[in-house]
């Protein structure tokens, strides 16, 4: 497994990352175990949490995700794991946080009630990588940063970064830190895949210019690249199944016809075709696609069995060939943003 460096910060993981957002909700803490088991085995040394996780949000078993990565670490060498988290923020959406009533902003408040729960429940003194959810552009980003400066002077936090943020707000917190002094976002993690490549349009140049990584989540799609709903399928337990059910709400609704429409399955069955011309898994295309951006650090995979884990960990020794690349490129030029 290669590594790589957080921004400019002085640390270096994995360059596959295991997400754990499924961990206390499809996942029972035994499965949880195994995967996180076999992913370290097999190299991993980057893992991803939040304390709203598991997903999707509700009340009834938030913050389960880190006490479950809490358990499991005890015992363990805590210093050869890169463990990342986040503070919710207000949320996007359906994303609605279930964590703190009048959450309504990232202010010095609601961080300090955040970390403080987060490390409780990971049962570790210290976040590698600590990161804010979702954007809060209207309470800007003075307080937040000084906030999470303050975290990283106290050893509670050695590196800092974003998520789901936009052009305007990683330059806005990159202008904030420097005025200030404060420290600045080493990482953004969003959305990022062969059918959501908008991170090119702007922030890959961001990223290569202000130094900072990408660590993109939903490297296949959702689960959409798999190619379990090509043909109209709709898989028993698999999320976007769910989301377009006829009694799911708007919102899930408007979530899954984002993942799942024409386009995006289109996609899919092309790169199915081109995943069977090399002879690889289509899974282990996106993931090797994802990490051979210059602007990644680590990718984010999830997997809800060994089973599913064994395509993604296959793309950590696999590098995509000059004519491989330009086909997936011609793939995106007939079906443009398949997400929307």
Known sequence: MQKRRLGRSGIVVSEICLGTMTFGSQLDKK??????????????????????????????WVHRTEEILGEWLQGKDRSSLTIASKVAGPGHGWFKPPVRSGL?????????????????????????????????????????????????????????????????????????AAEHGYSRYQTIQNN??????????????????EGMSLLPYSPIGGGVL??????????????????LRPESGERQKIMGRRFVNDKSLATTAALMELAAEIGIDIVTLAVAWSKQHDFVASTIIGANSIEQLQPSLAAADYKLSEDVLKKIDAISEKYPYPMG
């Open 192 to 209: 990022f895949s062969i059918n959501n490549r908008r991170f090119e349009d702007a922030l890959a140049d961001i990223c290569r210019r």
């Open 31 to 60: 499965t949880s175990f195994e995967i996180l088991d076999h992913a370290v085995e097999h190299g991993i040394d980057f893992l991803d949490t939040a304390e709203i996780y598991p997903v999707p949000p509700k009340t009834e």
């Open 226 to 243: 798999s190619g379990k709903y090509n043909g109209g399928q709709l898989p028993e337990g698999a999320r976007f199944s769910e989301y």
């Open 104 to 176: 309504t902003s990232l202010d010095r408040h609601h961080i300090r009630t955040a970390i403080e729960g987060s490390l409780r429940r990971l049962q570790t003194d210290y976040i590698d990588l600590y990161q804010t959810h979702w954007p809060d552009h209207d309470f800007g980003y003075e307080e937040t940063l000084q906030t999470l400066t303050e975290l990283q002077e106290e050893g509670k936090v050695r590196v800092i970064g974003s998520s789901n943020e936009t052009e305007w707000g990683t330059m806005k917190a990159n202008q904030v």
